[in-house]
């Protein structure tokens, strides 16, 4: 399993960009942790002061965060959450859908979810790879990897 940050490091520069966007819009109190981790790092990359860098408008904010190739795996984790919150809704309910595990609007509602099935699982990444774009399904899937491994770590061998 590959850890969040070499995953930002591999995704093409304009997936990069909506991914920074997401995680700049984000609120509340945990986002805020990485915002600052993220503002300081590329102060420093840019010789500004952190202040000056969440005075920016968030376009090119997420264009120098997207610039970076060595983002923390907190900010990596954040990017991606926050990424598949605002943009990938109608994925992650089609797919929760198919493997009949209770949501809202995409957002599992329980503590803890059973590991899927193989056979389960298998199909429910077959029915989303009929409706959406295979970029999408397959940064979905890597995510699932990356932040619950123990429970979507069968994802894996459905990648290719």
Known sequence: MIRPSQLWKDLPAD?????ADAFWREGGDDARMQHVEAASVL?????FRPR?????PIERRA???????DVSDLVA???LIAYHMAAQRPLMSAFLDALGIAHENGVINADQVPKPEAAKLAEAVSAIRQSFPADDVSLYLRTLEIIDGETWGDVHDLLN
Not at 43 to 47: E, S, T, V
């Open 15 to 19: 997936r990069r960009v909506a991914l």
């Open 43 to 47: 102060a420093r990359r840019l010789n």
């Open 52 to 56: 000056s860098i969440q005075a920016l």
């Open 63 to 69: 264009k120098h965060l997207a610039n970076l190739s």
């Open 77 to 79: 984790t954040r990017a």
